[in-house]
């Protein structure tokens, strides 16, 4: 049985895939969880040996990740983004960081962008009370204790992950991991920061590019926020956030950047659907 399991949720990302299946060491189990492509996505995964796991419609990020995590063989979980690339020996050096801390439930490496600016964030969106945006800081030079691992890289214990219920399934798109770190912090499981292991993230690009996909976009995202918010009971302004939206939506227009006005009025409308 190999010891670690890649798990990659696909949605139409084809363009990005073979990367990012290419840098995964041959040691690991790799599953392609596709929701539903229709670009080739599940031959390109084919080719390059993933074990698939087809689903027929698009049921989200954090409940194909579960899916996923529910077939691996491996006793730790790789959730890495289909527009992410591991760099060398970055696999080996998280599972050895898991060595190192046992008590330990979770990991991240150092994820940067290709202009090699990525923020850092210390802690998660439920921990900062919800405000809109959460702490960023310098990044580390050494392992050390976090309050946020980013979903795009997220390296976990399987047995933990699932005594925990895994990812939230009401959670679409966006904050998923917010929500996991936050349940691992109350339940007194510790996340490690793992700078000497690195990937590359073409943040975005994890499917195709369209005005339709940005709309949707920006609505699970609000969506997944104001969830998140209920939740844990984190007050929000939506009064104010639905005008600062719908304010910023109209500027948009009025300098022709239509793909920025629908991502706002996206915002907006998803604050006014109960």
């Known amino acids: 049985m190999k010891s670690i399991s890649v798990v990659i949720v696909t949605y139409n990302s084809s363009k990005v895939l073979a990367a990012c299946l290419e840098s995964i060491p041959v040691h690991a189990q790799v599953l392609v969880v596709d929701n539903s492509s229709d670009d080739g996505t599940r031959q390109i995964a084919a080719?390059?040996?993933?074990?698939?796991?087809?689903?027929?419609?698009?049921?989200?990020?954090?409940?194909?990740?579960?899916l996923g995590a529910e077939q691996a063989s491996g006793s730790y979980i790789l959730f890495l983004n289909p527009d992410a690339s591991l760099g060398p020996e970055s696999l080996e050096k998280l599972e050895q960081a898991a060595l190192r801390y046992p008590d330990a439930a979770a990991f991240g490496p150092n994820i940067t962008s290709p202009t090699g600016i990525e923020p850092f964030r210390f802690v998660n969106y439920v921990v900062e009370q919800g405000r809109r945006k959460t702490v960023d800081g310098d990044i580390p030079a050494g392992d050390c204790c976090v309050g946020f691992i980013n979903g795009a890289a997220f390296f976990c214990r399987r047995d933990i992950f699932l005594k925990l219920g895994g990812f939230d399934k009401n959670i679409f798109l966006y904050f998923e991991d917010d929500?996991?770190?936050f349940r691992l912090q109350r339940?007194?499981?510790?996340?490690?920061?793992?700078?000497?292991?690195?990937?590359?993230h073409r943040k975005g690009r994890s499917t195709r590019r369209s005005l339709r996909g940005e709309y949707?976009?920006?609505?699970?995202?609000?969506r997944s926020r104001m969830y998140v918010c209920d939740k844990y009971g984190l007050?929000?302004?939506?009064?104010e956030l639905r005008r600062k939206a719908l304010l910023r939506s109209t500027r948009a227009v009025l300098t022709l950047n239509f793909a920025k006005a629908l991502r706002h009025l996206a915002a907006f409308r998803a604050m006014t659907v109960s």
């Open 47 to 66: 080719r390059l040996g993933a074990k698939i796991i087809c689903n027929e419609t698009n049921l989200g990020f954090g409940y194909a990740c579960n």
């Open 179 to 181: 929500d996991l770190c």
């Open 187 to 200: 339940n007194g499981y510790p996340m490690i920061y793992v700078p000497s292991s690195t990937v590359l």
């Open 216 to 222: 949707s976009r920006a609505w699970h995202q609000v």
């Open 235 to 239: 007050r929000q302004n939506l009064s």
